[in-house]
């Protein structure tokens, strides 16, 4: 509990003490108007302040407001314990929403410290990896593709292109070269680049990354955005009604004055439309937390009440629906050594941070001498181009050797084929296979029973190796041999006649696709930065069962929320028109409100428990 909290605490006890002395004591007259004055600004001091200076700001009609009119209006009727309860009960009220939205986000903030950054520095012509914290201005670091660059900092060799969009709103890479400024937070998306340090970790733009994410709260869901702008009609129209009100009968009909000034002073009380106002973002708030628990990044409730509303599920194939874990099955050389082959596509893929390279480089085992490597450039969805002891070598898929003019031949084993040729010379080639995740066929039958219409596999590589793992999956197209680009514009066909379209990837070439799709959804620890940057949804733990989860856990915020509304204004709707035929008091129009909020907040509180 933070400082303010305990405060509110000891004040709402004080003024609970003083109040129930002065209802004892029995005074009179003006002695009692200040007997209860005491607990009555011991307790609402900081809401009659923000009133005041609300409506110096001309923005007056908050619920704060209302409050202040509603419990000075009971002082002027002569209800001091009603005023002085009514201030007591909005601050439980306050309190109550304020713990509620403290503790889901703590949990957001604590999943977010699961991802540590780090940076390879250079000492003594040595690769360290180190905390991007220990790196001093001035040093040397090494950025490969698919890293963020951990410092802020000043290429010095390589060019690349930098995705900067977390930290500028532009979509678009930007190119990069020796002598160019790289921000930490951008993503390098091609090439290894080496920069110097222009500024400290704790000092550089990465930081202010993580508490983009941290407040993502702020990025409204339309049913918010909605209740904000409700309350700011609603509450001059209810202000004008009451002052109508308290005016018209006794003006009218000659009715007595205080019996309608009561009336509407229980009617502003009752309209306050703080349980609306606190409860929905805290139900969309208690949706992300809950969901960061059981690992699922939200970076905002529109993005909730988007995957809520899903009903076409794009896939990317590598790393979403298969581990990523390629093995070697077989080395085909030509005119080499299987191990000259094999050592010539690790010290290609040295540089890359793709499952293909991984393999490969588990498979090598040994120790590759960087000296020995020049300029690499990774070809999104081909492979990758190196300069190795001055020759250049071609390490990837058919469409690489096409581009590289070599004469390659598809291998009779199935699995994803890597080809290797030295300019055009055709080497050979190395079979590896990947392995369906084990949950992967479940998830895909799960979303069916959620009512996902359609299903899509998108994928870079081979039809054979494709068609094995969609159908043992289950969905219901598969797209392969599909560049990059070919995977936005799949997406963009589907749109229009997807009713919603979420896309799950993993790749630093999937960026693109996650940005196009309604929902961009990535898998965490295995994908890249750059996917994880472009995403608005990150599976932190890989598993394609938490995707279903994801929308489950949508859907049930977004039905809370609707609950609240409905609920709220069902509840005030009764109390106001019981208020306005007089048969109602303040008390029940304060318990009715606190009572909404408090219930409206419980209800909220239920999205946030950790889902199964
Ligand atoms: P997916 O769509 O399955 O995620 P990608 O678009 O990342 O696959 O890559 C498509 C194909 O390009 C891979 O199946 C592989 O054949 C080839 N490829 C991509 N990167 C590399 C690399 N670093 N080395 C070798 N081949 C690669
Ligand atoms: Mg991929």
């Known amino acids: 509990m933070t400082k303010p909290q305990k405060l509110i605490i000891w004040r709402m006890g004080g003024a609970v003490l003083l109040t129930a002395g002065c209802c004892l004591l029995k005074t009179t007259g003006w002695v009692r108007l200040v007997s209860f004055i005491i607990p009555y600004l011991l307790v609402g001091y900081d809401v009659l302040w923000d009133a005041v200076t609300s409506i110096v700001r001309l923005q007056p009609f908050d619920e704060k407001f209302l409050m202040s009119i509603a419990t000075i209006g009971a002082f002027v009727t002569g209800d001091y314990t009603e005023a002085v309860a009514v201030m007591i009960f909005y601050q439980v009220g306050e309190l109550f929403s304020d713990l509620a939205v403290g503790k889901s986000r703590r949990s957001i903030a604590k999943l977010m410290d699961i991802r540590p950054d780090c940076a390879v520095v250079l000492r003594d012509g040595q690769q360290l990896t180190v905390s991007p914290d220990e790196v001093r201005v001035g040093e040397t670091i090494v950025v490969r593709p698919g890293e963020r660059v951990p410092l802020d900092g000043r290429i010095i060799s390589g060019e690349t292109t930098l995705n900067t969009s977390a930290l500028t709103g532009e979509s678009l890479p930007v190119e990069a070269r020796e002598g160019d400024a790289a921000i930490s937070g951008s993503i390098n998306l091609s090439g290894t680049i080496t920069l110097v340090t222009t500024s400290s970790f704790a000092e550089s733009t990465v930081s202010k990354i993580l508490e983009l994410v941290e407040n993502a709260s702020d990025k ?29 009968p006794p003006l009218a009909f000659g009715q007595d004055y205080s019996v309608w000034l009561s009336r509407a002073l229980i009617f502003l009380v009752v309209s306050c439309p703080c349980a609306l106002v606190v ?92 000296a020995r490597i020049g300029a690499t450039t990774e070809r999104a969805g081909m492979g990758v181009e190196a300069v190795i002891d001055g020759e250049r070598y071609f390490v990837g898929n058919g469409k690489l050797m096409d581009l590289a003019g070599a004469d390659w031949h598809e291998c009779h084993l199935s699995g994803t084929t890597v080809h290797i040729s030295r300019d055009d010379n055709y080497l050979g080639h190395i079979v590896i296979n990947d392995q369906i995740k084990p949950n992967a066929a479940r998830a895909v039958s799960e979303l069916h029973e959620l009512g996902i219409r359609h299903t ?64 961009g959804v990535a898998m965490g620890a295995l994908g890249s930065d750059a996917a994880i940057e472009a995403a608005d949804i990150v599976l932190m733990d890989d598993k394609p069962e938490k995707l279903p989860l994801a929308i489950s856990i949508s859907r049930k915020t977004m039905r809370i929320v609707k609950q609240n509304i409905v609920f709220t204004l069902a509840v005030k709707g009764v109390i106001l028109v019981l208020s306005a035929m007089g048969l109602t008091n303040m008390w029940i129009a304060v318990f009715g409100d606190v009572g909404v909020m408090v219930i409206a907040i419980l209800n909220s509180m239920r999205a946030m428990r950790k889902a199964e």
Do not use: W
């Open 456 to 519: 899509v596999m998108l994928t870079g590589d081979n039809e054979r190796s494709a068609r094995a793992v969609g159908e043992a999956v289950g969905v219901d197209e598969i797209r392969s041999g599909l560049y990059p680009a070919d995977k936005v514009a799949a997406v963009e066909e589907l749109l229009p006649t997807a009713n919603g379209l979420a896309f799950v990837g993993d790749g630093i070439n999937d960026a693109p696709v996650l940005a196009r799709a309604d929902v």
């Open 279 to 370: 409860s929905v973002p805290l139900s969309f708030f208690g949706g992300i937390g809950g969901a960061s628990r059981s690992g699922i990044l939200i970076k905002g409730a529109n993005y909730l009440e988007a995957l809520s509303k899903v009903r076409t599920v794009v896939f990317d194939k590598t790393g979403t629906l298969t581990k990523g874990n390629f093995v070697v099955d077989a080395i085909h050389p030509h005119l080499v050594t299987e191990a000259q082959l094999l050592d010539i596509a690790a010290a290609a893929e040295s540089y890359s941070v793709h499952p293909v390279a991984e393999s490969i480089i588990t498979a090598h085992g040994g120790h590759i001498d960087r």
């Open 220 to 248: 409204k869901a339309r049913a918010e955005s909605f209740i904000t702008r409700f309350a700011r009609i609603y509450t001059p129209c209810v202000v004008a009604a009451a002052v109508l009100l308290a005016l018209i």
